[in-house]
């Protein structure tokens, strides 16, 4: 089992930058894929993005893509999403997730895919 504590949210104006960190606890840190997601009011969970265990291949959804950096350091526990160019449209709560290596090396995007989650950080742009 792994825990999860996400940090790093705030208020920032449009077109800022905020990085988010979550720190992980409990067993080996590089069995896991890991994962951000966002959840806004009024709205279901969604993909943000996905870092291997290695820090080697990382995956976005399409709303983020050039904007937001997934990245590992595996020493520290912890991973980071890097986020510039903010839009209020990136306004949500955001969550820390882990997935088990050995249930498959692929990407996934479901919420449902992730086994271990953070209690979430609070986003929010203002325009």
């Known amino acids: 089992q792994v825990q999860l504590v996400e940090s790093g949210g705030g208020l920032v104006q449009a077109g800022g930058s905020l990085r988010l960190s979550c720190a992980a606890s409990?067993?080996?840190?590089?069995?896991?894929?890991m994962a951000w997601f966002r959840q806004a009011p009024g709205k279901e969970r969604e993909f943000v993005a996905a870092i291997w265990w290695s820090g080697a291949n990382t995956y976005y959804a399409d709303s983020v893509k050039g904007r937001f950096t997934i990245s590992r350091d595996n020493a520290k526990n912890t991973v980071y999403l890097q986020m510039n160019s903010l839009k209020p449209e990136d306004t949500a709560v955001y969550y820390c997730a882990a997935r088990p290596n050995y249930k498959g090396s692929s990407f996934y995007i479901r919420p449902i895919d992730y086994d271990y989650w953070g209690q979430g950080t609070q986003v929010t742009v203002s325009s």
């Open positions: 409990g067993r080996t840190f590089s069995s896991y894929t």
